[in-house]
């Protein structure tokens, strides 16, 4: 695929710009193994964890894959990083940390239709978990 890769953070844009922005991105894909190639690769793009913050209270429950989610800030600008063991799961969650990140907590609360419209994009079954046990 030539899509370019779009993983930064966009705080200037609205939170339904930059989910549009994602769901236009998988459009372009016409087979489901450009869309995972195309999550695995937004993964690998992840700013790393240190060891230390991949701790039991960083750790996503319910998830098959092993998820650790840091959320920093205040109410007016929430900072997300995450990592996963696994590669798609990992892809998954850079476009969590693309949409949400450096959003206000009142702007997520708004976009929670977000869990539906990802599992569109992909699979249903253990991606979409991994989606729902993030975003809730």
């Known amino acids: 695929y030539t899509l370019s890769r ?3 953070v966009r705080p ?7 989910q549009q922005e994602i769901i236009d991105e998988f459009q372009v894909f016409d087979s489901w193994m450009d869309k995972y190639q195309y999550l695995i690769d937004l993964g690998h793009e992840l700013e790393p964890l240190t060891e230390g913050e991949k701790n039991e209270n960083n750790l996503v429950r319910g998830c098959q894959s092993q998820v650790w989610m840091v959320v920093d800030g205040d109410a007016a600008n929430v900072t997300i990083r995450a990592n996963s063991d696994a590669a798609i ?6 476009l969590v940390v693309r949409l949400y990140s450096k959003a206000s907590a009142e702007e997520i609360i708004k976009t929670r239709d977000l869990k539906k419209r990802v599992e569109g994009v992909t699979r249903r079954g253990t991606k979409a978990l991994v989606i729902n046990n993030l975003m809730t």
Do not use: F, K, N, W
């Open 89 to 94: 799961v990992s892809g998954l969650i850079a």
């Open 12 to 18: 200037h844009m609205q939170l339904s710009d930059r």
């Open 6 to 8: 779009r993983s930064e």
